[in-house]
């Protein structure tokens, strides 16, 4: 048996002699490897074709700047309570274009295929500086501003207003906002409303430091992600066919005889802008340090009426910048997609009235679309009393007005109301037995 590592090369040209690189055969192992000979996950990786990006940086603000199309001006902000944007120095107003409809994210879903990623939602390069020097084309001044915690700036000598528009090569500035609608304060009618709700039970120390009018609007990034997705789904459903008692008194046990079947279920879907969070301090739900899990009970936002990236929005704002690329969010994004689908399913299964217990799942996602939005929480923050005390948020969507958060509590007011009504009930239930 002939021992080779390699095909046999072709004869040398004219002028190419034994040793030149030309004549060198590759080293054993280095022929391109079969996928088919790899693992499942790993094939399907290499296969995947290359996701495919969409350019959603705005061209009208190349410059760095946001102009009136009126008049040029630059000292632009958003009117309270509205989507739409006025220029201070022309008073001239005007509407953000959608951008679904700048782009077309509201179709094709169905025949969504790979991956598509907006210009705003592509990985974030590791070396990438936070902080950017911008020149103001209205003087010349070089004005600094820090992307982590904002992306607008005033030129401090001519007073120019321009923000971060160009989606810089570290994914910081998204695709889209969604501007706030409801007004600061109606965010702090709201934020004391569910805090007097609570006021018996809240801990002394946040009752007296409870200013509501500290509450901050902040745009928080999320990715908004379209998908075109299949599932599998099997498991054993049971239908009670008869039920029976044995033994007497204490020792009685009810007992049940049920039908035993394989369930298997198969079901299409897409979805339609499902947001997930893509701030890495936001995803840390640790009950023990903060309560972060509230931003989603405050879901959902009205992300069809987004509006192209402009950093008009977010003057009087603050914002958090994106530290989460798409595949990194390719975990979370396939359990919602697996629950959604077993809810799919539900409604075929009424007839196993035991229930049914799911042993096995397997998720197809055919096809995505993920862009990078800003959508707007009003948020007041305390920080419990304590070395390592609990940081306790109370947010309301800036669209819908929905609010929850989380107010720390006297413990022994809360024992006292268990032990008070723990008495009530035994004397009701005293009374009702001595009665009979």
Not at 147 to 167: D, I, L, P
Not at 355 to 382: C, F, I, K, N
Not at 413 to 429: D, N, P, R
């Amino acid at each position: 048996m002939s021992n080779t590592t390699g095909p046999t090369p072709p004869p040398l040209p004219p002028g190419i002699g034994p040793g030149s690189p030309q004549d060198v055969p590759p080293a054993p192992g280095s022929f391109p490897i079969d996928p088919a000979t790899l693992p499942g996950p790993i094939r399907d990786e290499i296969l995947a074709p290359d996701p495919v990006a969409i350019d959603t940086a705005a061209v009208e603000l190349k410059d760095g700047q946001n102009h009136c199309p009126k008049c040029g001006g630059t000292d632009i902000k958003q009117r309270p309570g509205t989507d739409v944007l006025i220029c201070l120095f022309c008073r001239n107003q005007w509407h953000g274009e959608r951008v679904e409809e700048a782009f077309g994210f509201g179709e094709g879903i169905d025949q969504l295929s790979g991956t598509v990623i907006a210009s705003g939602a592509q990985d974030i390069a590791a070396d990438a500086a936070s902080l950017m020097t911008f020149k103001c084309t209205g003087c010349g001044a070089e004005v600094m501003v820090n992307t982590e915690t904002a992306m607008t700036a005033r030129c401090h000598w001519c007073r120019h207003v321009f923000g971060v528009n160009e989606q810089v090569a570290n994914g910081a500035v998204p695709d889209a906002v969604l501007p706030f609608r409801i007004k600061k304060e109606d965010a702090v009618a709201r934020i004391r409303q569910f805090v007097d709700k609570r006021r018996m039970f809240a801990l002394k120390e946040f009752k007296d430091q409870f200013t509501p009018e500290n509450v901050v609007g902040v745009y928080l990034p999320y990715m908004i992600v379209d998908g075109k997705v299949s599932a599998d789904i099997a498991g054993q459903g049971e239908i009670k066919t008869r039920e029976y008692t044995k033994g007497t008194g204490d020792k009685k046990k009810t007992y049940y005889d049920a039908d035993i079947y394989q369930v298997d279920r198969h079901v299409d879907f897409t979805v339609d802008d499902l947001p997930l969070e893509s701030s890495s301090e936001r995803g840390k739900l640790d009950i023990k340090v903060n309560t972060n899990n509230i931003i989603n009970t405050i879901l959902p936002f009205d992300t069809k009426n987004a509006v192209k990236w402009n950093a008009s929005y977010l003057a009087g704002f603050t914002s958090e910048k994106r530290d989460t690329g798409v595949e990194n969010l390719r975990p979370r994004l396939e359990d919602q997609l697996l629950s959604i689908a077993r809810a799919q399913v539900q409604g075929s299964v009424g007839r196993f009235d035991r229930g049914v217990r799911w042993e096995q799942e397997r998720l197809d996602v055919h096809g995505t679309r993920w862009v990078a939005m800003y959508l707007p929480v009003w948020l007041y923050s305390y920080q419990q009393p304590g070395p390592k005390g609990l940081i306790h948020y109370i947010a309301v969507n800036g669209r819908t007005g929905e609010t929850m958060g989380s107010v720390p509590v006297q413990q022994w007011k809360l024992l006292l109301a268990a032990l008070s009504a723990g008495t009530f009930i035994e004397v009701i239930v005293l009374f009702i037995l001595g009665s009979q």
